[in-house]
């Protein structure tokens, strides 16, 4: 890691509230990314904000908020998000096979309608860097006004996730590197 993670003893009175108040709530500790932040406490004051509603408030249900951070962490090689959220992905109902798919960039087979709205919108987003007139409509009429908000939201805040992961080389215990494998060629449409 290219950061140390700050010591609790050494931090400032800014820094030593965020991370009480991050500690505190459903994620129970400060660690990864969040660790990172702590350098700048009005980032991760901020990001932390963003991050809890993403993950705690969308109107996405996890089933299918997890599913687009699967997709966003295996489009950055993001191996610390990849390694939380596929198991948090399976346990709100995705199926392991898809997470397996998505690992090896592979386009799952058998997604419902809305697993296929996420999955469509999410690569073509990130492939194009936007989205045609008759994408973001056919996406609206599956998923709603609410849903693609958050959906854009979750994918904007865990894209910053999955960099800071990737610059500050965040790395999870149980992995041999920050990274997933690379692809053998560009992640299916």
Sequence with gaps: M????LDYSD?????????????????GSVRGPLAVWMHRAGLADKAQSLGAYCRYSSSLEPL????????????????????VHSKIAI?????????????????PSQMSEEQHAV???????????????ELYNKTYEILGKDRIVDLVGILGYYTLISMTINVFGV????????????????IEI
């Excluded at 346990?91 to 386009?107: F, L, P, Q, Y």
């Excluded at 790395?171 to 560009?186: F, R, T, V």
Aim: hydrophobic share 30%.
């Design 11 to 27: 931090m400032n009175q800014e820094q030593k509230k965020i991370h009480d108040d991050i500690a505190s709530g459903p994620r």
């Design 119 to 133: 999955y469509e919108f999410t690569m073509t987003l990130n492939k194009d860097k936007k989205i045609s007139d």
């Design 91 to 107: 346990d709100a109902g995705v199926n392991e096979d898809m997470i397996e798919s998505i690992s090896h960039g592979k386009k």
């Design 171 to 186: 790395q999870h215990s149980e992995m041999d590197s920050p990274y997933m494998d690379e692809l053998e060629s560009e």
């Design 64 to 83: 299918l908020s997890e599913f687009a951070i699967c997709l966003i962490a295996r489009i950055w090689g993001s191996g610390y998000e990849w390694k």
């Design 2 to 5: 290219r950061l140390k993670n």
